[in-house]
């Protein structure tokens, strides 16, 4: 153990390729592990990302519409630009008189009789108000309201404060919900891996006493085994894409329409690709170190 730097490298990697090829039964059942397990991950990471996509997007409608009185005031130009200096307002738009009364003739098509004999367009020009996500919440949505209702060149304030709280409390279930279950799907992934490692480690037990008879570091030790779980770790995070790609190819005829949005790649696939590849590489050595730990102290 008192080589040169470069010989104990070249020992280390030799020793950890030797194993995996000595060793191809437990090699190929720890990367099905990771790969199974990362595939479970990935699909609840799919169907997590995809639902708050959804989610998000009915926060996108607008939120608070303000009407204006029909006093002569600033310009629409100069309001938008009021508004959009509220804190939380993220967008604005201007609809004048005559767009409020176009949309609704289109919404009235088939029964334009009920205009009739309306000389002037009674509807009020407003602005149709969208705010960020974390202003969703009732209270300070109810904050941007009272803002608007203090302007004088503002009539009336309208918004759904039912639609605002069930929103809020849908996001919040998400959130919620997604750290509990990938959390315990973080901790009984790594606990099935580190102990799939740790069968291996054990059946290596007589390599490891030598070892350290004969002086070798704990870190001198466990250097082949890190290697083997970054391989494995490569070979499970492929294994996890193949999985998810065949398991979704499998199901997507059996899901109804309404639900195939939640089984869709929400993320570009040579960076999940890669985002996989990684938490294998993570799995693996986390897996590896745990078990050796555990065997060392022994």
């Known amino acids: 153990m008192a080589g040169t730097g470069s010989a104990n490298i070249f020992y280390i990697v030799s020793d950890a390729l030797g194993s995996l090829k000595e060793n191809k039964g437990t090699t190929a059942l720890t990367s099905l592990t990771l790969g199974f397990s990362l595939a479970i991950f990935s699909l609840f990471a799919f169907v997590i990302t995809n639902l708050n996509t959804v989610v998000k997007s009915w926060g996108d409608r607008t939120q608070v519409i303000a009407y204006l009185k029909d006093a002569p005031g600033p310009s629409p130009e100069a309001l938008k630009e009021k508004i959009l200096g509220m804190e939380g307002v993220r967008g604005a738009e ?3 008189k005559e767009k409020a009364l176009g949309e609704l003739r289109l919404e009235l098509k088939g029964h334009e009789g009920i205009l009739e004999g309306v000389d002037s367009n009674p509807l009020p020009a407003s602005f149709e108000i969208k705010v960020h996500e974390e202003y969703i919440e009732p209270a300070r949505l109810a904050s941007i309201v009272s803002g608007l209702k203090a302007e004088a060149w503002v009539e009336e304030v309208q918004y759904s404060k039912e639609w605002a709280e069930k929103l809020a409390s849908l996001l919040r279930f998400i959130k919620l ?3 509990t279950i990938g ?3 973080a901790a009984a992934t790594l606990f099935i891996i580190s102990n799939t490692i740790r069968l291996a480690v054990y ?7 030598i070892m350290k008879l004969v002086g070798a570091s704990d870190m001198y030790v466990k250097a082949p085994f890190m290697i083997e779980g970054v391989i494995q770790g490569v070979f499970g995070g492929l294994l996890a894409m193949g999985i998810l790609a065949a398991g979704r190819a499998a199901i997507m005829g059996q899901v109804p329409p309404y639900l195939r949005f939640a089984l869709e790649m929400p993320y570009p696939v040579p960076l999940f690709l890669v985002v996989l590849a990684a938490s294998g590489v993570i799995m693996g050595v986390a897996g590896s170190l745990i078990s050796m730990n555990r065997f060392l102290k022994v």
């Open 94 to 96: 201007f609809v004048s």
């Open 177 to 179: 919900a997604a750290a």
């Open 183 to 185: 959390l315990f799907l």
């Open 203 to 209: 059946s290596r037990r007589d390599e490891i006493e």
